[in-house]
């Protein structure tokens, strides 16, 4: 899975590994689980910041 907004590129073959995220994770509701060599990481998803097991909205700021 490779997400093109992170710094976080994973190559992951689902015939071939373990999915740690279908064996459960802690995950933040806005983030997406992500499939890593050993283990599992999470990424909050588009419009929200934060380590993915702590997501924010991100403040948005206008221009009048």
Request: one cysteine or more; proline letters at 2%; glycine letters at 10%.
């Amino acid at each position: 899975k490779c997400h093109s907004n992170k710094l976080l590129c994973v190559v992951f073959n689902s015939k071939t590994g373990t999915d740690y995220c279908d064996l459960g994770h802690l995950c933040h509701e806005k983030a997406e689980c992500v499939n890593l060599r050993t283990k599992y990481g999470c990424q909050c998803k588009k419009g929200f910041q934060g380590d993915g097991f702590n997501c924010s909205g991100m403040k948005i700021y206008c221009q009048p």
